[in-house]
């Protein structure tokens, strides 16, 4: 069965990337109050940006804008994907609490790849 998108919410890869962000909010809870201002604020930024520019770039109506704007929300997760990385070799929280992130992060770079494939 083949569903027509109406608008970006109706995009799985922004669904996907919005469940990446609940999740992210969820692991920043573990931090230390130090990283209240650093890491995490970084993260949240990252996480937020994904979703963010995915709609926004949707919106844009030109497959090119569109494309730059899922080039853009890439740049986020592979930061957001550092910033995890750092956060486990920190010892904030071990992978098997990040995994679901993880899991999210790997499915939303995928269906960003493709979607920027297909429109160039």
Do not use: H
């Amino acid at each position: 069965m083949n569903t027509v998108i109406q608008n970006y919410r109706d995009l799985i890869v922004w669904q996907t990337s919005m469940k990446l962000v609940k999740e992210v909010y969820s692991l920043l809870k573990r931090l230390p109050k130090e990283e209240m201002f650093v890491l995490t604020d970084q993260m949240r930024r990252a996480a937020v940006s994904i979703p963010s520019n995915i709609a926004e770039g949707y919106g844009r109506n030109s497959p090119g804008e569109y494309s730059r704007f899922l080039r853009i929300a890439r740049g986020s997760l592979n930061e957001l994907d550092t910033q995890i990385d750092i956060c486990i070799m920190l010892g904030y929280f071990s992978k098997e609490d990040a995994s679901r992130a993880i899991q999210y992060s790997n499915g939303v770079g995928k269906m960003i790849n493709s979607m920027i494939a297909k429109l160039a």
